[in-house]
């Protein structure tokens, strides 16, 4: 089964970007779709955004125009820049891969936004 790991999280002030690395030990092509997810303290895990294989995107509301996920397939690496940040993005972040009967989960990567 394809591993993941998250790094990039970190302390930022509110306004300030971030990027996210997912890092797969296997092609990400062998997934129909790659996801953020994030929890933030006392709250359910909650979706962030997706890539398809096909390279389609999407989005949660509440970080549509400030974040951005996107992929480097030659290195198996999905990324997140976070632009904006704002002290609601708080949260433990995973990355996430999904096909039909295979889900794969990383540990996590804290962002927090503080001032």
């Known amino acids: 089964q394809v591993q993941l790991v998250e790094s990039g999280g970190g302390l930022v002030q509110p306004g300030g970007s971030l990027r996210l690395s997912c890092a797969a030990s296997?092609?990400?092509?062998?997934?129909?779709?790659m996801n953020w997810h994030r929890q933030a303290p006392g709250k359910e895990r909650e979706f962030v955004a997706s890539?398809?294989?096909?390279?389609?995107?999407n989005y949660a509301n509440s970080v549509k125009g400030r974040f951005t996920i996107s992929r480097d397939i030659a290195k198996n690496t999905m990324y997140l820049q976070m632009s904006s940040l704002k002290p609601m993005d708080t949260a433990v972040y995973y990355c996430n891969g999904w096909r039909p009967g295979i889900e794969s989960w990383g540990q996590g990567t804290q962002v927090t936004v503080s001032s």
């Open positions: 296997g092609s990400i092509l062998g997934f129909n779709t």
């Open positions: 890539i398809t294989s096909a390279g389609r995107t």
